[in-house]
T-cell receptor, first 117, second 115 residues
Framework: QQQVKQSPQSLIVQKGGISIINCAYE??????FPWYQQFPGKGPALLIA?????SEKKEGRFTISFNKSAKQFSLHIMDSQPGDSATYFC????????????????FGQGTILTVHP | ETGVTQTPRHLVMGMTNKKSLKCEQH?????MYWYKQSAKKPLELMFV???????ENNSVPSRFSPECPNSSHLFLHLHTLQPEDSALYLC??????????????FGPGTRLTVT
């Protein structure tokens, strides 16, 4: 059962543009929503994360927008650069009410981002 | 060495072979994870160890056998694998597996090809 749905599968953006990747989840027990960035030949690296008590979190050019009622969250990359070209994964994790699933990440399918110079 | 390291980085094995993947974390964490990453599929959690005890086996076939001798080392023993087991196997660690620290740190992975 796919609990976190990510779109689009691939995205092409021009340098300086805004990249937007969306994720939707089903389980209301999720309370931690990270985004990971993966370059070829490397493991995923934590980029930015949000909890449902805030609607937006910004770190540099990267912003997470969170809509709790819609059960959706998105990653915005402002002023996209060729060096941002990578695969991006959203994920979700349950809090203490999640029982044995507490802290375990469920990943989306990934988005391959290409930023053209 | 820093972070999470994995060896070997690439492995080609026949279906009758026995091999092992190794993961080591240098972060002082207490929880370690094995994930399988296949093309066009989400990362699949395979096993979780928390303070050397296995706390999760995500319905993984018995041809995959994990071992965690201490909180810094994690192994994945492989035997009689199938071609569909070819994938990138990722190791990760976190402060602990109870969720008090959600941040997981990944190694670079082992690219496994089963022939």
């Amino acid at each position: 059962q796919q609990q976190v749905k990510q779109s689009p599968q691939s995205l092409i953006v021009q340098k300086g543009g805004i990249s937007i990747i969306n994720c939707a989840y089903e389980n209301t027990a999720f309370d931690y929503f990270p985004w990971y960035q993966q370059f070829p030949g490397k493991g995923p690296a934590l980029l930015i994360a949000i909890r449902p008590d805030v609607s937006e979190k910004k770190e540099g050019r990267f912003t997470i927008s969170f809509n709790k009622s819609a059960k959706q969250f998105s990653l915005h990359i402002m002023d996209s650069q060729p060096g941002d070209s990578a695969t991006y994964f959203c994920a979700a994790s349950k809090g203490p009410a999640g029982g044995t699933s507490y802290g375990k990440l469920t990943f989306g399918q990934g988005t391959i981002l290409t930023v053209h110079p | 060495e820093t972070g999470v390291t994995q060896t070997p980085r690439h492995l080609v094995m026949g279906m009758t072979n026995k091999k092992s993947l190794k993961c080591e974390q240098h972060l002082g964490h207490n929880a370690m994870y094995w994930y399988k990453q296949s093309a066009k599929k989400p990362l699949e959690l395979m096993f979780v160890y928390n303070f050397k005890e296995q706390t999760e086996n995500n319905s993984v076939p018995s041809r995959f056998s994990p071992e965690c001798p201490n909180s810094s080392h994690l192994f994945l023993h492989l035997h009689t694998l199938q071609p569909e087991d070819s994938a990138l196997y990722l190791c990760a660690s976190s402060q602990d597996g109870s969720g008090s620290s959600y941040e997981q740190y990944f190694g670079p992975g082992t690219r496994l090809t089963v022939t």
